[in-house]
């Protein structure tokens, strides 16, 4: 029998990115450790690291800012906007960095406890294939580092004046934005891990159902009298089993013989058995001899008379008579009682991850609203012609601004829609564990399945920003229409301002015009004056 395969972590697959947020000092974790054994492990040098690298950055930030702005640039309120904007990149990083320091152990619980629910689903058949996590998390940072050099680069060449040493102090503005989208990053594909557990469970699930399905349309297998798998004791037997009697021979067009009351007739006794197989322990996984890493392995049961014909996941709940109706067990009940365990535990996990994020999507979202009004306010000015201050004079390039505002929006719209999503995934357990029970069509397990329904209903997993709004498409959209709304009004303010301009530019030429006139005619009196 050939070895399971085995599956890469959710760790291993993360290293690239666990790699460039140790280098950058966005995660305060022993790089030796995880090198060495591929595990995270607190490190006091970790943390003084994060500590040392957080302060250079901000002042590095500060400087550049400093070299950035015009020494005679005036103290408006638009130029106070702006300050408090470019300030909050840096307030991000330092949210960051510091929440890493705080959540250390809750994100090692986390890497913990996704392990051990992948070890549970493995043993049931439900294999994960953890290098999704790595190729999403690769794309991401490709797509981070292609948006920050088009916008660092842009801005430099179009608005430094002089190359020199000292110039190139510009690209450390670009630092707080990288981290920030790094930290982004790791909260994305952690949420993503929990969802794609939940489709993992969902998928296999659902194969089982459709596995049945076609096992009862390719072998029918002979009929059953109804209700066979409930479990009765022996007056219920004889009960239903002359009611059935008395039931087939009105069918078939006879009546039953009378009977003397001294010789009562003994009916046969069909002997009910509700579950068939010995009964599958939880401690006793089924081993998986699948080849493939990107779904559930298919466990081939001995005694099967075809060995070509699969069924999928639900091969081990097929009989081996294809006469006989499949029967569903012992197995299927241990399977679904430990997928309702991994589920309200993946719940749990998710609430972790929404307890170390909270704060940091909070002032995201706060900063992604902000510098998005912002951009597209100053963009309506330099598409007018009007004048932008130094501080968004970004604006006045259109490739630049475009870049800016679908940068800041993507650090806000893929979070929301990961979180939307998983909830969304999370919810649909119970619907396909109903869907199971549908395709099964046995009282036994239609019992577990509303006894289990009852607990998924209590798994509730919700990723909010610190409970002031929940992170799911209702939210995006009310952020979306915030946005307009404000861009209305600045855009309505602005074209006040430039009617009341021009109705003072015009009264004023009007004086003027007025008083040169009486200045003409006063002085052509005393020519004409003098000259009498």
């Not at 999370?426 to 619907?431: E, F, L, P, V």
Request: proline share 5%.
């Amino acid at each position: 029998m050939a070895a399971a395969p085995t599956v890469p972590g959710l760790l291993h697959s993360l290293q690239a990115l666990f790699y460039i947020s140790s280098i950058f000092g966005v995660f305060p974790y022993s790089l030796w450790a995880f090198l060495k054994r591929h595990v995270l492990q607190l490190s006091i040098i970790g943390n003084l690291y994060v500590v040392c690298s957080l302060v250079i950055y901000t002042g590095l930030y500060h400087v550049a800012t400093t070299n950035y702005v015009d020494s005679d640039w005036e103290k408006t309120l638009t130029n106070a906007i702006g300050i408090f904007i470019i300030y909050m990149e840096p307030l991000m990083m330092c949210t960051d960095m510091v929440a890493a320091m705080i959540n250390q152990k809750r994100l090692i619980e986390c890497f913990d406890r996704l392990g051990r629910v992948d070890g549970k689903l493995a043993g049931v058949g439900i294999l994960l294939d953890n290098r999704r996590a790595k190729r999403t998390s690769i794309l991401l940072l490709l797509l981070m580092l292609l948006f920050e050099s088009i916008i660092t680069v842009y801005s430099f060449t179009s608005f430094e004046t002089e190359y020199t040493p000292w110039s190139m102090i510009w690209f450390v503005t670009t630092v707080p934005t990288a981290l920030n989208s790094v930290s982004r990053i790791w909260y994305v594909t952690l949420v993503l891990a929990v969802r794609h557990r939940f489709n993992a469970m969902n998928a296999n699930m659902n194969a089982i159902a459709q596995g049945i399905l076609h096992f009862k349309e390719q072998y029918g297998g002979e009929p059953e009298s109804v209700g066979a798998d409930i479990p009765m004791d022996y007056l219920e037997r004889e009960i239903f089993t002359v009611y059935t009697q008395r039931k087939n021979q009105l069918l078939a067009g006879t009546t039953p013989p009378k009977k003397k009351r001294a010789q009562p007739p003994t009916p046969k006794i069909i002997t009910v058995k509700p579950y068939e197989g010995k009964p599958l322990s939880l401690a006793e996984p089924v081993k998986p001899d699948g080849a493939s890493l990107h779904g559930s392995a298919v466990v081939v049961r001995p005694g099967w008379t075809k060995p070509g014909d699969t069924f999928g996941p639900a091969q081990e709940y097929l009989p081996t008579d294809l006469r006989q109706r499949p029967r569903i067990g012992q197995r299927m009940d241990n399977k679904l009682i430990l997928i309702c365990r991994t589920h309200d535990e993946l719940c749990e996990i998710g609430k972790i991850i929404n307890r170390m994020y909270s704060v940091q999507m909070l002032v995201a979202m706060a900063h992604g609203f902000v510098a998005i009004t912002a951009q597209f306010y100053f963009l309506y000015c330099g598409l007018t012609g009007q004048d932008v201050p130094v501080l968004f004079r970004s604006a006045q390039v259109l490739l630049l601004s475009i870049a800016s505002i679908l940068y800041t929006a993507l650090k806000c719209v893929v979070p929301i829609f990961v979180c939307w999503k998983t909830k969304t995934d999370s919810q649909r357990t119970g619907i396909e564990m109903h869907y199971l029970a549908n395709v099964v069509d046995e009282c036994h397990c239609y019992e577990v399945v509303n006894h289990l329904s009852l607990k998924l209903l209590n798994h509730h997993l919700n990723f909010s920003a610190c409970g002031f709004f929940d992170l799911d498409m209702t939210t995006l959209y009310a952020i979306t229409g915030a946005i307009t709304s404000y861009l209305i009004i600045l855009i309505q303010f602005n074209l006040a301002a430039i009617q009341k301009s021009s109705t003072n530019s015009t009264a004023l030429s009007n004086v003027t015009s007025t008083a040169l006139s009486l200045v003409e005619e006063v002085s052509t009196a005393l020519s004409t004056y003098v000259s009498n």
